[in-house]
C-alpha cells in the first residue's frame, strides 16, 4: 500500500463563493501550514463554514483555485470534518467509530481494539454498546471527534464544535482537540468564543463578511490588533 | 351461524386441502415480496441518490404505480407468459413460479416507492457525513439501506400485505387449480360462489389472523429498535 500523499500546504488562492446571488466568500488568499491550531474566527454568517467546506473538498468555490499538497483533486483520505450539528449513524456508539474505521480502509482484525482505544481517547468507553442517537449532545460530539479521528487525519477540520455544549463538556471536547494537535494532525477550528480561541490558538484568521481581514499568531491577534474588526472582536465589541 | 362455526372446525381439525392452500399462498406472496425487495430496495436507493433528466416523471411513474390494479399486471403477465407470448417458450404460465412473478411485479413498485422516499429522507442528512468520510456509490446505498432497515420493513410489510391479499393476478395467471395453484384469495372467491362458505369463511380469517400477526410483529420490532437504535 503507497502512504497517502500529503494534504498540506493547504492552499487557498483568490478563492470566492457564491450561493443563490450572495456573496459568501470574497476573494480569499491562504495557506494551511504544518502547527499549531488554525482558529477561524468571524461573526455568524462571515463564512467560516463555507471557507472549512470548501478546504475540507465538501464544496467547490466558484472563483479561484484550491490545491492540496500542490495538487488540485486530492480525495479526503486523511482529511476529517467534525460538524457543528454531528450526525450519528442509527448504530451503537462503537459501531459509529467502527463505520470510520472500516472507510478509511483500516484492517478488519485489528478494528475492535482500535475502536476501544477509540472510544477511551475520548472517554466513552462505557458507552460503547449505547445507541449513538441516544447519546447526549457533549458525548455525540466527542463520539464524532472519535469517528474523525479514526480517519487517521492529518488534517482535522472542526465547524463550531462547541457551540451547542455545556462548560464541562466544551472543555472535555477541547482536551481532545488538542490532543490531536500534540501528536502531529493539523487542526483547523471555527469558533466565535474568545476564550477558546485563546485556550486553543496558534493562529488566528479573522473572517469578516467573507473577507479574510486578519491573520496573525494568537499573541499577536490579541495583543496588538491591526485592523478595528480584530481589535473590536478582542475588545468583545460587536463585530459586524 | 353455523358456517362461521364449522369453519373453526375445519380450522382447528387441521384441514389437509386448507393447509395446503395457505401454504402455497404464504410460498407464493413471501417469494414475490423477496424478489421485489432484491430489486426495489436497490432501485429505490438509486433514485434517492442519483440526479439524471426524466428522474421526477420516473418517480411520479413508479409511485403512480403503487395502485396497480391487479388484474392488469396480471394480464401483463398472462400475455407475456401464454404459448404466442414472448417468454412462452418456458411454460410457466398456470404455475407457482408464474404467480411468484406476477405479484413481485405488482409489490415492486411499492417497495421501490417507499425505500426512495424513506432513503432519500435519511440522505438528506448523512450527505455531509458520508461524503467527509469519503464513502463510494455503493457504499452509501448500503449504508442507507441498513441505517433505515426498520422504516424499509415496513415498505416490505405493506408490500406482503398487497400481496397476500389480491385475488386478481394469481386468479389470472395462476388459473386457480385445486391442489397447484389455488391460493386463499381464489379459493375464498371460488368457493363463496360454490356456496362452500364454510372453506370460504375459514380462509378469511386464517388471512386476517396472518396480517395482523406479521402486523403486529413488525410493530413490536420497530418499538424496539427505536429504543435500541435510535434512542
Same mark, same amino acid.
Given at each position: 500500500?503507497?502512504?497517502?500523499?500529503?494534504?498540506?500546504?493547504?492552499?487557498?488562492?483568490?478563492?470566492?463563493?457564491?450561493?443563490?446571488?450572495?456573496?459568501?466568500?470574497?476573494?480569499?488568499?491562504?495557506?494551511?501550514?504544518?502547527?499549531?491550531?488554525?482558529?477561524?474566527?468571524?461573526?455568524? &454568517?462571515?463564512?467560516?463554514?463555507?471557507?472549512?467546506?470548501?478546504?475540507?473538498?465538501?464544496? =467547490?468555490?466558484?472563483?479561484?483555485?484550491?490545491?492540496?499538497?500542490?495538487?488540485?483533486?486530492?480525495?479526503?483520505? =486523511?482529511?476529517?470534518?467534525?460538524?457543528?450539528?454531528?450526525?450519528?449513524?442509527?448504530? $451503537?456508539?462503537?459501531?459509529?467509530?467502527?463505520?470510520?474505521?472500516?472507510?478509511?480502509?483500516?484492517?478488519?482484525?485489528?478494528? &475492535?481494539?482500535?475502536?476501544?482505544?477509540?472510544?477511551?481517547?475520548?472517554?466513552?468507553?462505557?458507552?460503547?454498546? =449505547?445507541?449513538?442517537?441516544?447519546?447526549?449532545?457533549?458525548?455525540?460530539?466527542?463520539?464524532?471527534?472519535?469517528?474523525?479521528?479514526?480517519?487517521?487525519?492529518?488534517?482535522?477540520?472542526?465547524?463550531?464544535?462547541?457551540?451547542?455544549?455545556?462548560?464541562?463538556?466544551?472543555?472535555?471536547?477541547?482536551?481532545?482537540?488538542?490532543?490531536? !494537535?500534540? !501528536?502531529?494532525?493539523?487542526?483547523?477550528?471555527?469558533?466565535?468564543?474568545?476564550?477558546?480561541?485563546?485556550?486553543?490558538?496558534?493562529?488566528?484568521?479573522?473572517?469578516?463578511?467573507?473577507?479574510?481581514?486578519?491573520?496573525?499568531?494568537?499573541?499577536?491577534?490579541?495583543?496588538?490588533? $491591526?485592523?478595528?474588526?480584530?481589535?473590536?472582536?478582542?475588545? &468583545?465589541?460587536?463585530?459586524? | 351461524?353455523?358456517?362461521?362455526?364449522?369453519?373453526?372446525?375445519? /380450522?382447528?381439525?387441521?384441514?389437509?386441502?386448507?393447509?395446503?392452500?395457505?401454504?402455497?399462498?404464504?410460498?407464493?406472496?413471501?417469494?414475490?415480496?423477496?424478489?421485489?425487495?432484491?430489486?426495489?430496495?436497490?432501485?429505490?436507493?438509486?433514485?434517492?441518490?442519483?440526479?439524471?433528466?426524466?428522474?421526477?416523471?420516473?418517480?411520479?411513474?413508479?409511485?403512480?404505480?403503487?395502485?396497480? @390494479?391487479?388484474?392488469?399486471?396480471?394480464?401483463?403477465?398472462?400475455?407475456?407468459?401464454?404459448?404466442?407470448?414472448?417468454?412462452?417458450?418456458?411454460?410457466?404460465?398456470?404455475?407457482?413460479?408464474?404467480?411468484? /412473478?406476477?405479484?413481485?411485479?405488482?409489490?415492486? @413498485?411499492?417497495?421501490?416507492?417507499?425505500?426512495?422516499?424513506?432513503?432519500?429522507?435519511?440522505?438528506?442528512?448523512?450527505?455531509?457525513?458520508?461524503?467527509?468520510?469519503?464513502?463510494?456509490?455503493?457504499?452509501?446505498?448500503?449504508?442507507?439501506?441498513?441505517?433505515?432497515?426498520?422504516?424499509?420493513?415496513?415498505?416490505?410489510?405493506?408490500?406482503?400485505?398487497?400481496?397476500?391479499?389480491?385475488?386478481?393476478?394469481?386468479?389470472?395467471?395462476?388459473?386457480?387449480?385445486?391442489?397447484?395453484?389455488?391460493?386463499?384469495?381464489?379459493?375464498?372467491?371460488?368457493?363463496?360462489?360454490?356456496?362452500?362458505?364454510?372453506?370460504?369463511?375459514?380462509?378469511?380469517?386464517?388471512?386476517?389472523?396472518? /396480517?395482523?400477526?406479521?402486523?403486529?410483529?413488525?410493530?413490536?420490532?420497530?418499538?424496539?429498535?427505536?429504543?435500541?437504535?435510535?434512542?
Amino acid at each position: 500500500m503507497r502512504a497517502p500523499l500529503s494534504d498540506l500546504p493547504l492552499i487557498l488562492d483568490d478563492v470566492s463563493f457564491r450561493a443563490g446571488g450572495a456573496v459568501i466568500l470574497d476573494h480569499v488568499s491562504l495557506s494551511i501550514e504544518p502547527g499549531y491550531p488554525t482558529l477561524l474566527v468571524g461573526p455568524n &454568517g462571515a463564512g467560516k463554514s463555507s471557507l472549512l467546506r470548501i478546504c475540507m473538498g465538501l464544496a =467547490r468555490p466558484t472563483g479561484g483555485t484550491v490545491t492540496w499538497g500542490g495538487r488540485p483533486e486530492s480525495r479526503p483520505l =486523511r482529511r476529517a470534518f467534525v460538524f457543528q450539528r454531528p450526525v450519528m449513524l442509527r448504530r $451503537s456508539a462503537a459501531a459509529n467509530v467502527a463505520y470510520g474505521l472500516r472507510q478509511a480502509g483500516y484492517p478488519r482484525r485489528l478494528r &475492535g481494539s482500535r475502536v476501544q482505544e477509540l472510544l477511551d481517547r475520548v472517554g466513552l468507553l462505557d458507552y460503547a454498546d =449505547r445507541a449513538a442517537r441516544s447519546l447526549s449532545g457533549g458525548e455525540q460530539q466527542k463520539l464524532a471527534l472519535a469517528r474523525a479521528l479514526a480517519r487517521d487525519p492529518e488534517l482535522l477540520f472542526l465547524d463550531e464544535p462547541t457551540a451547542n455544549l455545556d462548560p464541562a463538556a466544551t472543555r472535555s471536547v477541547e482536551e481532545i482537540i488538542l490532543g490531536a !494537535s500534540h !501528536s502531529g494532525i493539523k487542526v483547523v477550528m471555527a469558533s466565535h468564543d474568545p476564550g477558546q480561541i485563546r485556550r486553543l490558538a496558534g493562529e488566528v484568521l479573522l473572517l469578516v463578511r467573507g473577507s479574510l481581514c486578519e491573520r496573525g499568531t494568537a499573541a499577536e491577534f490579541f495583543d496588538s490588533p $491591526s485592523t478595528s474588526e480584530a481589535a473590536a472582536f478582542v475588545r &468583545g465589541d460587536f463585530v459586524l | 351461524m353455523t358456517e362461521g362455526l364449522s369453519a373453526w372446525q375445519l /380450522i382447528a381439525s387441521g384441514d389437509a386441502a386448507l393447509l395446503a392452500i395457505v401454504r402455497l399462498s404464504l410460498v407464493v406472496s413471501l417469494s414475490a415480496v423477496t424478489c421485489a425487495a432484491l430489486v426495489g430496495l436497490p432501485l429505490g436507493a438509486s433514485l434517492a441518490l442519483t440526479r439524471f433528466p426524466g428522474r421526477t416523471a420516473l418517480i411520479v411513474l413508479l409511485n403512480g404505480f403503487m395502485g396497480l @390494479p391487479p388484474v392488469v399486471v396480471g394480464l401483463a403477465v398472462f400475455l407475456l407468459l401464454s404459448r404466442s407470448g414472448p417468454l412462452g417458450s418456458f411454460g410457466i404460465l398456470f404455475t407457482p413460479p408464474a404467480m411468484i /412473478i406476477a405479484q413481485a411485479l405488482l409489490v415492486l @413498485p411499492i417497495i421501490a416507492a417507499l425505500a426512495r422516499q424513506t432513503i432519500e429522507d435519511l440522505w438528506r442528512e448523512y450527505r455531509d457525513e458520508l461524503t467527509a468520510m469519503d464513502v463510494g456509490s455503493v457504499g452509501r446505498i448500503a449504508t442507507l439501506l441498513w441505517d433505515s432497515r426498520f422504516s424499509l420493513l415496513t415498505a416490505l410489510l405493506a408490500g406482503f400485505g398487497r400481496a397476500i391479499a389480491e385475488v386478481g393476478t394469481v386468479m389470472i395467471v395462476g388459473g386457480n387449480i385445486d391442489g397447484f395453484t389455488r391460493t386463499m384469495t381464489t379459493a375464498i372467491a371460488l368457493e363463496t360462489s360454490k356456496g362452500d362458505l364454510p372453506l370460504a369463511l375459514g380462509l378469511g380469517y386464517i388471512l386476517i389472523i396472518l /396480517i395482523l400477526t406479521i402486523n403486529a410483529a413488525a410493530w413490536g420490532l420497530r418499538v424496539w429498535s427505536e429504543q435500541r437504535v435510535n434512542g
